[in-house]
């Protein structure tokens, strides 16, 4: 589903004797069901900046976003991980999975991590996880767990509007950025080391999803993992294709296109005015005669940056007579 082609691959470096090391905290193929959504904020002041100096994160976002495509795979049971063995020095359970930012939301003042845990590792070394899905946890504190351990499944509660693994790392109290964990930036350079045991891909942006309706979707309905029909009757009021991207930049491009059976239908270069953690765009086409010429319609959505195409999706749909 994320293409790994879109994605930058940092080899890790040995890292140094009083370092952690850090194991994959969620089960999922971060090449093609999950992705990297937000990093570190390593900028001090009230701006933001990932340990690259570009702006994939939030500011005081103090740790990492391992993200789910939609609330489907969520609902399947993606299971959290242990990065490294330790011992569960704290848990919380019972709250819902509830998105964030629309009516009705609960309350989560205080509890903004929503269910989750935290793990010492010694050394004065910890790691939390947060937006854990409701009754999931299964472990106690108390409990020693070692590297890869299930400790619930990746949920939607507290303080998220999408389903994901929030991931702090810390060091005597301090958050750690595992991709690069000096205290000095060099823009450009790549870190001497991480905290990783094998190497992590950096997802700059790209395509989640992409797909047909007969009218321009709400977005709860895309992240709730809205499914593109495979065929359409001819009287299809009109025909419109969505596209959901994560890492979206000011300048970035979003090119839509639809081919009929006859040729192009229409193509439309959508420009980012605003940096978005994750979007969704659309284009569509009212339907003007009798009914749509039968056969197969193909909707391509393309994302660029800088002029280099970063990612794309595709969606195919039939139409009948």
Partial sequence: MIRAAAMLLLLAQPVAARDILLGLPVACDMAQTCFLQN???????????????????????????????DEVMMAAGVDVLAAAPGTVKATRDGMADALQGVPGAPDITDQECGNGLVID?????????????????VVQPGLHVAMGQRLGQVGLSGQTEFPHLHLTVRHDGVAVDPFHPDDTLTCGTPPDHTLWLQPLPYGPGGMIAAGFATEVPEFAAIKAGLPSPAALPGTAPALVLWAELYGGR???SVTLTITSPTGPLLTEDIILVKPQARLFRAVGKRLTTQSWPPGTYIGTAIFTRDGKELDR????????P
């Fill in 39 to 69: 990093y570190m904020d390593r900028d001090p002041g009230p701006g933001a900046a990932d340990f690259t100096c570009a702006p994939q994160s939030y500011d005081g976002h103090d740790g990492v976003d391992f993200a789910l495509p």
């Fill in 121 to 137: 590792h010694g050394g004065g070394w910890e790691t939390q996880y947060c937006h854990m899905k409701q009754g999931s946890v």
């Fill in 250 to 252: 000011k300048g970035d």
């Fill in 313 to 320: 999706q595709s969606a195919r749909l039939t139409i009948g």
